[in-house]
């Protein structure tokens, strides 16, 4: 029988709350810098797991943890209680499911990244107090320096298949695990560089009765307090796999599980029948997972006696499972879709054939799961014609990775759309392009194929891109949270993410992912006065489409390293966040600020693309003594928008920022928020550098009535008291034949910009092209003239109602 | 002896042949006539208009193999001025080659020769373009095809071309040869072989008209009629033992068919072999050309009071199962798989280097079949973070890199030239060079992180396409392994797997052979075709019977490298003394006794941490090494270690173990007599200097163990004598053993594997 594990979808509380909310409290309220700390950031929890039923001292180690006062771990289940400093004893419920945990540190500076936190039903035991005496322990350890060798002992039996698995990267350690394991005699029987991904493991069917060794150490013989791992050495059954490893919803299934150890054979891989019954609806998982494996509804199964879950995932599709003889043309196995498929491929050149029958203009989504579900496969999907020669599309690669280093979400499974060029029978191919000379049949997948149903996934997850971060709103300021998109089936349109269950004090727009847009700032703001809080941030996405609304909940991300290449990054249970110390400024953007015009009056812009954006930014600075220049830079913003840079000088509180609006950019809603940089007076009188953010901007892009377009030879460098004059031509769009009336303009001003005048020109009927003439005033400022643009309103029926601009960049000389 | 000089004189007295000229039996072809003139000239050497930007505004292509551009360029560019068919005599071409107008390149030929004779005959004729229609070189035959020679003698070659016409032509004369010993035998222009005072074995290449044809001679060592009953004597006495000897428990038969190819040879060639080695110094030869380390004392002694019949075999299969020999190997394969660290602008390499180093180790220390071992490389396919083969494809990222390493490293085989141009000494086209590299046309890469020029961590994996075009010709070429047939391929099908298919076919002339050679050349010191990745009809195998024995052993055993390493180590060659008698001493090529040879950078510096008992502590890259880290189990070369770059090591930028420079210098000698790191090894109280200084034996005792540890041998009375003498002449009994230990790192007997 399946066994549930609770809904983690509310943030878990210690069981002393009441004290531990006193204690944050204190701490934070107690904290009185101006200068805005930095996020705490937890690199080690030592060790980083505990028994089922069972307690443990705990040490958290990281930066800026100062003040550090309570844990916050995603099961109910776990309880830390504070000693004293950085330990802490953790209290572990007897009914926690085994498995991989997130906790966060509660600092002065409010919540810390997250790690992970392991639950084991086997004896857990410190690297120190291992005595060898036993097997089916899990013991904690770290390679504390470069060159350290770790050993362990354990006595065995003839004929005995003994499992040695170390986890490191796979519960956020950066040690690169290479085991190895030794007979009594010092001969080396069996070494491991990686198995599952790069963590190890070793299978290993004992010769005979004696004393074994393990040695553990560093590929590279790296080492420090963060190079933690767990190891595990057991007789006990170890799932690996499952097939079919995803199961309609509601549906009881019987699946066979593939591992070590499972009944009695002397076999490497065993296996082993059982009945699951999947939940219907998602429950969060005691597992890591990967980046972009957002969006599957999956649950877990543990295998009585097993200590290390597995998960399944669910659909509302028919699932088929692969035959094992569809490997050419004419044994192709047949599919109705929608369905999905669990195959295998465990031969380096097996070839999985399915076909299906489709008419013409019939829209398919493929999708496709490997690496994603832990599998050592990249997968490559073709489609071929009735004949089964020719190939008509293929499938690679996800490529984008909206999450950058921080949050890489590409991956090598295949994903695509296509149509049916004709009514028929076709043929659909999956292979392994990794396969090799070897047989693994650990080279298990899942293939997902539907109509055009629109779907989404959210993820949301800290604003920082050096470390791993942690989202702290302090008061009376303002943080970012990021959101990332994952579209399905060709959803294109706006995602609107909506907070819920906010406590008072805290106030946070709604905001949108606009079309084809995949990433988005939502702000977070704190008043001056909100009481201390710690819990999980409650988002949810929205999509209209078609009469249809579809909702989703936003889960969790974090970055997990910055040491390697290619970034890393995890799901998270939940979207930790707290509120802490005052905020050292407050920056507030306004992206509607009405415009004064000498011929139209105040006018509120309309924006559409080929026209420029003005922010308004107000700065409030907390110690009004303390002036210093506030570099200005957008953040978040949708990927066709170049980004600009602007300052706020000492003594000003407010300024502007303009963003260019790329003439492709399609209609919709979009949103983006300004990043301030500055510096603060700190407790102890020196200057420290911060960062702040506005609240966020939304603005609807139109469909443009026309676009504006300077002649390239217009003068750049200009001389006091000159004349100038600049050619353009205007682009009427989308049918418009009204009145184009054509201005000077600069943020908040039109015409007469600081010392520079332009003389409006008016274009009626079919005219495009014309001339405005700029004056140089003898006073004009000299340099730069920042976010000067030629700004044209279109008017019908002598109203407003369509604004287009255009940058001019001049600089202004003696 | 008598019957050979008799057919050497012979064979003399014929001298010279006339070979019949094409010019005189009809017309003149460009392709069969006139290009190998131009070759035999030099007029197209890669000196001369050969070059890649031709010579004065006149190109050739090298040595004549696109007769079509060369007809152009002769007959067509620069408006034809280098050729007048209705004044021949005048044309600028023969002005050129007779130096009649001046020419950079001297005179080639004279009016009155033979080779102008047919160039102007062709160009009376009308300068006839080369043709489809043109006889076509089908085969060059060199007769006699093997010879023995006396000391001294000389004999004529007679080169026979059979042409697609069904018809023969001897062009002797206008066939170009080269000897590959000139030491031994030197060739004239017009193919008559001189001998020298040497004996030995050679051979002349023969090239003609795009062909070549080897011939293989051999000159046996003069020895009195007295010398030559010993001799013959001895060696079958020794061939007789090998018959009526039991076979040894341990000893592989194969190791007896070894010993009887040589016997033959060594017959031939008039040689007695060495004397076999003392327990002494073969317990310290095999350990280190084994395991790379040297025998401990206790090894040593168990091994010289082991008194077992099969105690050489027993020690064989002891050292093969030791963690050392997997490791040693893998310094040896990873220099051949360039599993390079360096060059590049951070250290992110290590991860990779270290993990494909240790796959290395794994295969060699679990006896992975060298099929699958290669095999494993050259599919490889997956994330470089988790798949550790496919950490070769790192450093292996251009189709050159693919081409020439897969056949310099597996089929012992030199193919760069052919890149750009017919390969001179062998049958590699441009064809040839470019269908490999069809092979791995589709060897994609993606993901991966730019680490300088080099990315880790990509993903090598099967691209949907991939095409190679012939650099000449445009034309698409099919994937095709060296003189193969092209590979039947699906369109779902990779190459590579065929590639390695075809490799591993018993009849395959390369793979298996490299195989064997590499590691015959590993523990003789030279390989039986020598360079070990040189295979050529015209670098002939030193004793082809040999080879082809090995190898089909190799193939047969499954590609067990361990059992061929059993084979090697348990012949009579392997075990023959290093001290040459009289008739061995010039030799160099039949193995007739072990040719010593200094140890490598990284043995040797591990050799001098055992005895000294100091190890070297190893740094760089993010980590660093546990303590008593060995120079032999370092992963790449990027490790800082002066003394290792010093004596040799290799910079793994190619996968030809001649990177390893095994010859003396004077950086080696200020090396062991001003190196921080001698000078700490020598001066470390922990040390072995610090034990013997501190311990109360007698100086005699002290001795013997340090000759036990050096040299796995006891002192003779003599050296004990002297060492005492000199320890007890100094006051400072730390500095006394330091001073001695130090003089006897630098013996030859010390350095060197004898």
């Known amino acids: 029988m399946i066994r549930f594990h609770p809904n983690h979808r509310l943030p878990a509380l210690p069981r002393n709350t009441r004290l531990w909310l006193t204690i944050l409290g204190t701490v934070i309220l107690n904290s009185s810098a101006i200068g805005q700390p930095p996020t705490p950031l937890l690199k080690t929890v030592f060790p980083a797991g505990c028994q089922a039923g069972g307690s443990e001292r705990v040490v958290m180690t990281g930066e800026a943890m100062d003040g550090i006062s309570a844990i916050r771990s995603s099961h109910s289940g776990i309880v830390f209680d504070h000693d004293e400093d950085n330990h802490f004893t953790v209290h572990v419920a007897a009914d926690t499911p085994p498995g991989f945990y997130d906790v966060q540190a509660i600092c002065a500076a409010g919540i810390s990244s997250t790690r992970t936190f392991f639950v084991t039903t086997r004896k857990h035991v410190l690297e120190a107090e291992d005595d060898g005496s036993t097997v089916n322990v899990a013991i904690s350890g770290q390679i504390k320096e470069g060159g350290e060798v770790d050993q362990f002992q354990f006595p065995g039996k003839a004929g005995q298949r003994i499992v040695i698995e170390c986890w490191a990267d796979r519960m956020d350690s950066p040690l690169r695990a290479i085991l190895e394991l030794f007979d009594s005699s010092g001969q080396r029987l069996a070494s491991s560089a990686g198995y599952f991904g790069i963590d190890p493991a070793i299978s290993y069917s004992l010769p005979t009765d004696g004393q074994y060794v393990v040695r553990l150490y560093d590929l590279e013989y790296s080492g420090s307090t963060n190079h933690f791992y767990r190891l595990d050495i057991g007789v006990g059954p170890r799932v690996l796999f499952a097939l079919p490893s995803v199961v309609q919803r509601g549906q009881p299934t019987q699946v066979t599980l593939y591992g070590w150890n499972l009944n009695e054979s002397q076999n490497v891989f065993t296996h082993f029948t059982v009945d699951v019954t999947p939940p219907n609806t998602p429950i969060a998982l005691p597992i890591q997972r990967h980046p972009a494996s957002v969006g599957s509804d999956r649950f877990a199964y543990h295998l009585p006696g097993s200590d290390v879950p597995i998960e399944f995932a669910t659909t509302d599709v028919p699932v088929i499972l692969d035959p094992a003889a569809n490997h050419a043309a004419t044994a192709a196995c047949p599919i109705t879709i929608p369905c999905e498929v669990s195959g295998q491929l465990s031969q380096g050149n097996e070839y999985d054939w399915y076909c299906f029958e489709a008419k013409r203009g019939e829209v398919i989504h493929v999708a496709a799961w490997g690496e994603r579900i832990g599998a050592p496969v990249d997968l490559d999907i073709m489609v071929l014609d009735t004949t089964g020669q020719q190939v008509l599309a293929t499938y690679h690669d996800e490529i984008t990775n909206t999450g950058g280093l921080r949050f890489p979400t590409s991956h090598l499974d295949p994903a695509g759309r296509w149509v049916a060029p004709t009514d028929g029978r076709f043929f659909l191919v999956v292979r392994n392009l990794i396969g090799g000379l070897s047989n693994d049949p650990r080279r298990v997948y899942r293939l997902n194929l539907r109509h055009e149903e629109s779907d989404f996934s959210l993820v949301a997850l800290p604003h920082t891109t050096a470390s791993p971060g942690a989202i702290n709103v302090h008061r009376g300021g303002r943080t970012i949270v990021d959101v990332l998109a994952f579209r399905h089936r060709g959803l294109t349109g706006a995602i609107r993410i909506s907070p819920q269950n906010l406590p008072p004090g805290i106030e946070c727009q709604d905001v949108w992912l606009g079309p084809g847009v995949n990433s988005a700032p939502l702000v977070l703001t704190a008043t001056d006065n909100a009481k201390q809080f710690v819990g999980a941030l409650e988002l949810v996405g929205t999509v209209e489409q078609q009469g249809r609304t579809i909702q989703h909940p936003v889960q969790g991300g974090t970055m997990v390293r910055t040491d390697l290449p290619n970034g890393s990054g995890r799901l998270t249970a939940d979207v930790p966040w707290a509120i802490a110390d005052q905020a050292p400024l407050r920056i507030t953007a306004n992206g509607h600020e009405t415009r004064k015009h000498h011929l139209y009056g105040e006018l509120t812009v309309q924006h559409s693309a080929g026209g420029i954006l003005d922010v308004a930014v107000h700065v409030q600075r907390r110690d009004s003594k303390h002036q210093a220049p506030i570099r200005l830079t957008g953040v978040g913003l949708p990927g066709l928008i170049s980004n600009q840079v602007a300052t706020i000088e000492p003594d000003q509180q407010t300024g502007y920022i303009s963003f260019y609006l790329p003439q492709h950019l399609p209609p919709g809603w979009y949103t983006l928020a300004i990043g301030a940089n500055t510096t603060v007076a700190g407790a102890d009188g020196k200057e420290r550098t911060v960062e702040a953010f506005s609240n966020t901007v939304n603005f609807e892009v139109h469909p443009p009535a026309f676009q504006l377009e300077l002649d390239p030879y217009t003068p750049r460098r200009v001389q006091r008291g000159e004349v100038v004059k600049v050619n353009y031509t205007v682009h009427r769009k989308n049918g418009f034949i009204g009145k184009i009336h054509t201005e000077l303009a600069a943020p908040g001003k039109v015409t007469d910009v600081g010392n520079l005048r332009g003389r409006g020109v008016t274009f009626v009927g079919q005219t495009e092209s014309g001339v405005i003439q700029i004056i140089v005033n003898e006073d004009a400022q000299l340099g730069s003239r920042p976010f000067l643009r030629l700004y044209a309103v279109g008017v019908l029926e002598d109203e407003v109602r369509f604004h287009g601009s255009c940058f001019l960049d001049l600089e202004i000389i003696e | 002896m008598k019957r050979l000089s008799l057919i050497t004189c012979l064979a003399t007295l014929l001298l010279p042949l006339v070979p019949v000229r094409a010019s005189e039996s009809g017309s003149v072809h460009f392709t069969t006539d006139v290009i190998p003139i131009l070759t035999k000239l030099g007029c197209n050497g890669g000196g001369c208009h050969g070059k890649a930007t031709g010579q004065n505004g006149f190109k050739l292509s090298l040595w004549g193999f696109e007769p079509q551009a060369d007809y152009r360029a002769l007959v067509k560019e620069s408006r034809g001025r280098r050729i007048s068919p209705s004044v021949p005599d005048q044309s600028l071409f023969l002005l050129k080659a007779t130096n009649t107008k001046p020419h950079g390149g001297g005179m080639r030929t004279s009016v009155d020769s033979d080779e102008y004779r047919v160039l102007r005959q062709w160009i009376a004729n009308g300068a006839i373009p080369p043709s489809e229609h043109d006889p076509k070189l089908q085969q060059l035959e060199v007769t ?23 018809t023969t032509r001897d062009v002797t004369q206008g066939a170009l040869y080269f000897s590959n010993a000139k030491k031994i035998a030197s060739v004239t222009h017009d193919g008559i072989v001189h001998t020298n005072m040497h004996s030995g074995l050679f051979a002349v290449m023969v090239r003609f008209g795009g062909k070549v044809a080897t011939f293989h001679g051999a000159v046996p060592r003069q020895n009195r009629v007295d010398e030559e009953a010993l001799v013959t004597s001895r060696l079958d006495q020794l061939e007789s033992q090998l018959r009526s000897t039991p076979t040894i428990d341990d000893t592989p038969p194969t190791s007896r068919q070894v010993d009887r190819l040589l016997i033959q040879q060594w017959k031939r060639l008039g040689i007695l072999p060495s004397q076999p080695s003392n327990a002494e110094t073969f317990v310290r030869r095999v350990t280190l050309d084994i395991c790379g380390t040297l025998p401990t004392r206790q090894e040593v002694e168990d091994y010289l009071n082991d008194e077992r019949a099969d105690k050489r075999a027993k020690l064989i299969n002891r050292l093969l199962d030791r963690p050392e020999y997997a490791v040693y190997f893998a310094l040896k394969w990873a220099d051949i798989l360039k599993n390079r660290g360096s060059g590049y602008g951070t250290s992110k390499q290590r991860a990779g280097t270290a993990l494909f180093s240790g796959w290395i180790r794994n295969a060699i220390a679990t006896n992975k079949p060298y ?8 599919t490889a396919s997956g994330n470089q973070n988790q798949i550790p083969p496919a950490i070769w494809y790192r450093s292996v990222r251009t189709l050159p890199d693919y081409v020439e390493s897969v056949a310099q490293a597996f089929l012992g085989v030199r193919i760069q030239c052919a890149q750009c141009h017919h390969h001179p000494f062998e049958r590699w086209s441009q064809q040839d060079y470019f269908s490999l590299a069809a092979v791995f046309a589709r060897v994609g890469r993606k993901g991966g992180f730019a680490d300088a020029e080099v990315p880790t961590s990509e993903v090598i994996y099967l691209k949907e396409k991939g095409d190679v075009f012939h650099p000449r010709t445009g034309d698409l070429l099919q994937p095709r392994p060296l003189g193969g047939p092209d590979f039947e391929l699906g369109p779902f099908d990779d190459p590579r797997k065929s590639l390695a298919h075809w490799m591993i076919q018993p009849e395959n002339p390369y793979f298996a052979r490299t195989m064997v050679n590499r590691i015959w050349a590993h523990f003789l010191g030279r390989g039986i075709i020598d360079p070990i990745d040189d295979a050529r009809s015209t670098n002939p195998p030193s004793n082809p019977e040999l080879l082809d024995a090995l190898a089909s052993d190799f193939t047969q055993s499954g590609f067990d490298v361990k059992h061929l390493i059993r084979v090697i180590c348990n012949s009579s060659a392997y075990g023959a003394d290093s001290i040459p008698n009289q008739f061995n001493q010039n030799d160099e090529q039949t193995f007739a006794r072990f040719y010593p040879r200094r140890l490598t950078a990284e043995v040797l510096l591990d050799g001098i941490s055992q005895v000294l008992e100091v190890p070297t ?51 080696q000698a200020l090396e062991l007599v001003n190196s921080s790191e001698i000078n700490r090894k020598l001066t470390d109280e922990n040390g072995l200097v610090g034990r013997l200084s501190a311990n109360t034996l007698a100086h005699a005792v002290n001795v013997e163990e340090i000759f036990l540890r050096y040299f796995a041998r006891h002192p003779q009375p003599n050296e004990l004598a002297t060492a005492v003498e000199f320890l007890e002449t100094e006051e400072d009994r730390a500095e006394a053993y330091r001073s001695l230990l130090w003089s006897l790192l630098a013996t030859n007997e010390f350095m060197f594997n004898h």
Not at chain 2, 144 to 166: C, E, G, M, R
């Open chain 2, 371 to 378: 099929d699958r071992f290669v095999g494993e490389i050259l």
């Open chain 2, 617 to 667: 502590q190893f740094s760089g890259g993010k980590g660093k090494f546990p303590a008593g880290t060995r120079a032999i189990e370092l992963p790449d070369e990027n490790i800082p270690a002066h003394f290792l770059d010093v004596f040799g090591r290799p910079a793994r930028t190619s996968a030809c173990e001649c990177e390893r420079i095994d010859e003396a210098s004077l950086a």
């Open chain 2, 144 to 166: 006699p095809s093997q010879l023995d020679f006396s000391i001294n003698a000389k004999h004529a070659l007679t080169v026979t071309a059979s042409y697609s016409d069904s």
